[in-house]
């Protein structure tokens, strides 16, 4: 195969992966409801999990990062095919992981309105730095233990993937490729967080609950 085919497809197949609606069709499936106009209005796993059920939204989780995963999983064995693997092709299996975030954000599927991207921009880092699992989880449920507050937790949690790039794989082209893509959901999450201010009427009610079920 040659080079720019090989670019094409793990662009396009990146895309079509990222763009899978999960929680779309698992809201469908559950209830027969458009996940996007319930909760946080939000096509993501933490808004199915509170809609749809704990093991649906878990599931919905398990596809998002999958999707990540997959993006890049799939450019590295594109590589494969090539008679020569070039050094730059690291640059693919991250632009790769990248499109698969957009294409979560805006799928083809449901006329480009998607979720924020978290779990497939976790899934995406986490193929180049598997360290980051379980440093994550366990940042992660710390956050929680504190916060109470789901979305918080794991968002916070992403922010520890550019310094486990740098210091347990001291790889600079990790570290940029992880604070790009975690800014890609976090970006998308801003209006959502003076959305909760407002309801909530305090930073403080943002970012600490009495307990996991109080949301608005």
Not at 32 to 51: E, F, K, P, Q
Not at 165 to 189: H, T
Request: proline fraction near 5%; aromatic fraction near 14%.
């Amino acid at each position: 195969m040659s080079q720019p085919l090989a670019i094409v497809i793990a662009i396009i197949a990146a895309y079509l992966l990222g763009s899978l609606p999960s929680a779309y069709v698992m809201g469908q499936l559950r209830k027969g409801l458009d996940i996007r106009t319930v909760g946080s209005h939000n096509m993501g796993a933490m808004n199915s999990i509170y809609n749809l059920g704990f093991i649906y939204g878990v599931i919905v989780l398990i596809c998002d990062i999958g999707k990540g995963l997959a993006a890049v999983a799939l450019a590295h064995l594109l590589s494969k095919t090539l008679s020569a693997t070039p050094d730059w092709w690291i640059y693919i299996e991250m632009a790769a992981g990248a499109i698969a975030v957009l294409g979560h954000n805006y799928p083809v599927w449901l006329k480009f309105k998607g979720g924020k991207g978290g779990a497939t921009a976790i899934g995406a880092v986490l193929y180049f730095i598997p360290w980051g699992w379980p440093i994550g989880i366990c940042v992660f449920a710390v956050l929680l233990a504190i916060t109470r507050v789901p979305t918080i937790s794991y968002g916070i949690a992403m922010v520890s993937f550019p310094f486990i790039s740098w210091l347990i794989y001291n790889n600079g082209r990790y570290v940029i490729f992880s604070i790009l893509v975690v800014l890609m959901p976090f970006i998308k999450y801003i209006p959502r967080l003076f959305e909760m201010r407002r309801k909530g009427g305090s930073w403080k009610r943002v970012f600490t609950r009495k307990s996991i079920k109080d949301r608005f």
